[in-house]
């Protein structure tokens, strides 16, 4: 897992440009800045909702960071009515996250941890357009499922539970219960992810004959434990046995139907250890009563559980465990320690190695684009406080100079962040890497990323970024360059972030506070003027530039404040003779 940390933006002596000025007041405590990500609200423990029994290992870490509350089998209201106090929520399959549980969060909810893999009970789309991550714990139990699956398989060649049964009602029927034998014979595994793997692996270790169906499985990992990856067609026709390990999506959604089984080798026998949605259930019945399907061991069903009277269940040629797959003691041990280390650490505002619905970015990258979150943020917010009123701001730019090649940056990140400093202050809305692209769309907001590309070592992510606005007025008209665009530039010096460019002019201002832009006539005693009027009113000055337009003519300075002026210093400052324009922009 890994962590956007906290860090502390501290002033920068750094004078690059035409004229750069750090004043020397008595330093002041700096606020600790956090970038958080998706973390629940500061100061109070959050509370962690676990709607589905969970490990203990899972329970004690969670305790460590947050209240946690066990409620195991709440009504869908029941939920709906405890998820607004809460900022986590923890289910395992047999709960589900609908849109409703987002909407009664009314905003709080930030993460949903799925201990387990299938996440079809969650409704993505509802968590992200609510900035709701899902994480899940996709590996803890993937041994138990493999496992499961071959105990199927195992059991049904060979009638172990119908046989145990019979033994259990008195009987002895020896020939009755005769089975078939596993070696030599063809095994489809459909799905050739983590347990449809080890699932062929232990196959393979019986003896059986192992193919793969899977449309996104690279072939040299099948190649590596001896499975030949096939069309759908091809296992269809060729498998004595079929086990289904894909996810339950709308393309896999009843995968398995009638069409599907009239193209099986006849007397088929089939697993089902991933969703029962995969597999049309009437259709299975019809197959089976047909003798189209000899066998068939299911763990999951399309309803769980199935109604007493379901016939698939009670079938002869049926054996059925109710959802077992990953219920092994390790297994579940497992699961809960990652999903709780995953919810704490979303929580805490650390980005989640196994978020469902968010990049993931790896920790080395997170590491090493940390500083560029913070200036891509601050970039977005000073370039839309730019915006003149009245002017909807909707074509964005985002350019991002490397000497990188375009495979060795990932801006995702960047991008999600220049959205937040985009749109937050504009809007009441909550902006996180989960939802900004749902919300820019939403919003109509059209950003667009180009590369620049620059000679020189790529060891550095970045040299500089720049975000410009088209198709709008700007209440300052000297942030507007050649091009006609709103045009904010900044780079990362000494770790901090830094604005460099406003319009065309040079600037260099370390991006922490807030920002005045000031146009003058350039001469003598500005400077002293506006930093009198702020000393006056006790604001600290932690950074300031003038770029000059023209020398004698007009000067662009820019001022890094701490805190915010009050509307008469801001005034008296548009009011000294020599200013033409000036803003105030919050970062
Ligand atoms: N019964 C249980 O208790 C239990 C336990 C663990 C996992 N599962 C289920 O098992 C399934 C697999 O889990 P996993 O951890 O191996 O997931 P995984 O993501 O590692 O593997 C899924 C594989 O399915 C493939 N796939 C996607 N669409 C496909 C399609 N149309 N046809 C064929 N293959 C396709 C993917 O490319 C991927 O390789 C999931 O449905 C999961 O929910 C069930
Ligand atoms: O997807 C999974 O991880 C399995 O289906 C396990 O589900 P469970 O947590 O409800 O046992």
Known sequence: MSAISSWNLTISPDTTLSFSWRPSLPSRPRKRKTLVVLAAGLGAKPTVLVAEKLGDPGIQLLKTFANVDCSYNLSPEELCTKISLCDALIVRSGTKVTRDVFESSMGRLKVVGRAGVGID????????????????????????????????????????????????????????????????????????????????????????DVIAHDPYAPADRARAIGVELVTFEEALRTADFISMHMPLTPATSKMFNDEAFSRVKKGVRIVNVARGGVIDEEALLRALDAGIVAQAALDVFTEEPPLQENKLVRHENVIATPHLGASTTEAQEGVALEIAEAVVGALKGELAATAVNAPMVPAEVLLELSPYVALTEKLGRLAVQLVAGGSGVKFVKVAYASARGPDDLDTRLLRAMVTKGLIEPISSVFVNLVNADFIAKQRGLRITEERIVLDGSPEKALEFIQVRIANVESKFASAMCDSGEITVEGRVKDGKPHLTKVGSLGVDVSLEGSIILCRQVDQPGIIGKVGSILGEENVNVNFMSVSRIAAGKQAVMTIGVDEEPSRDALKKTGEISAVEEFVFLKL
Request: hydrophobic residues 50%.
């Open 121 to 208: 009970n969650v409704d993505l789309s509802a968590a992200t357009e609510h900035g709701c991550l899902v994480v899940n714990a996709p590996t803890a139990n993937t041994i138990a499922a493999a496992e499961h699956g071959i105990a199927l398989l195992t059991a049904m060649a060979r009638n172990v539970a119908q046989a145990d049964a019979s033994v259990k009602a008195g009987k002895w029927e020896r020939s009755k219960y005769v089975g078939v034998s596993l070696v030599g014979k063809t095994l489809a595994v459909m799905g050739f992810g983590k347990v449809g793997s080890e699932v062929a692996r232990r196959a393979k270790g019986l003896g059986m």
